[in-house]
């Protein structure tokens, strides 16, 4: 594991170092991105609220999304709605326990883990933060 914790009187600071690992899928070498730690991912969950723990998956990140907080407010509220920029978005993995995900990245905001599974909606979902 690839971590760093510091703490102060004023703040806790943790750096995650992601492992970079390369899956042979469907013939094609695919780079993604491994986060150290494995993380509770909730099922068809609703909204942020309605995520609660979940099963501990290993988190390979292939896709990095930019949202501005206005976007990532309005995804957030409605986790199970297809959205266009999830289309096709899907990975499998040949190991157990894993999953592979969009990363949904907002200034001010919780980072996500998205695993759709093969929808167009966040069917499996993680949060840092």
Not at 19 to 39: R, S
């Amino acid at each position: 594991m690839t971590y760093f914790a510091q703490a102060t009187n004023e703040a806790i600071t943790l750096r995650l170092a992601f492992e970079q690992v390369t899956f042979k899928i469907n013939g094609q070498d695919v780079v993604m991105q491994k986060l150290p730690t494995p993380l509770p991912f909730s099922r068809k969950a609703v909204n942020l609220r309605d995520m609660s723990g979940g099963e501990l998956s290993t988190v390979y990140v292939f896709k990095r999304i930019e949202m501005d907080p206005l976007g990532f407010d309005d995804f957030a509220r409605n986790l199970c709605r297809d959205t266009e920029w999830l289309k096709g978005q899907c990975h499998a993995l040949p190991i157990a326990d894993a999953r592979a995900c969009v990363m949904a990245v907002a200034t001010g905001r919780p980072i996500l883990f998205v695993d759709t599974q093969g929808s167009d909606y966040a069917r499996y979902v993680a949060r840092l933060g």
